[in-house]
């Protein structure tokens, strides 16, 4: 990733595993939310498969994205 302290964490797709017989949903990108920092990579998967890019990165709320540290340091522990 282009930004230092950008530990991903918990990635997800941007469709869920049950649309696979809805024609008008796919699994074109992967949501990958940072451990380190409020980021939060968009990755382009259907484009070029072979090839994902950086789509968009956008920033969480501090409040949200410290409740989302806590939450997997207690899970982790």
């Given at each position: 990733?282009?930004?230092?302290?950008?530990?991903l964490?918990?990635?997800g797709?941007?469709a869920?595993?049950?649309?696979?017989?809805?024609?008008?949903?796919?699994?074109?990108?992967?949501?990958?939310?940072?451990?380190?920092?409020?980021?939060?990579?968009?990755?382009?998967?259907?484009?070029?498969?072979?090839?994902?890019?950086?789509?968009k990165?956008?920033?969480?709320?501090?409040?949200?994205?410290?409740?989302?540290?806590?939450?997997?340091?207690?899970?982790?522990?």
């Amino acid at each position: 990733m282009p930004h230092v302290n950008d530990e991903l964490h918990h990635s997800g797709w941007n469709a869920c595993s049950s649309c696979y017989t809805d024609a008008s949903k796919s699994r074109s990108r992967l949501i990958l939310p940072c451990l380190e920092s409020s980021r939060v990579y968009v990755i382009d998967t259907a484009t070029d498969p072979r090839k994902p890019r950086i789509d968009k990165v956008g920033r969480l709320p501090f409040t949200i994205s410290l409740i989302a540290h806590s939450l997997v340091t207690l899970v982790g522990s």
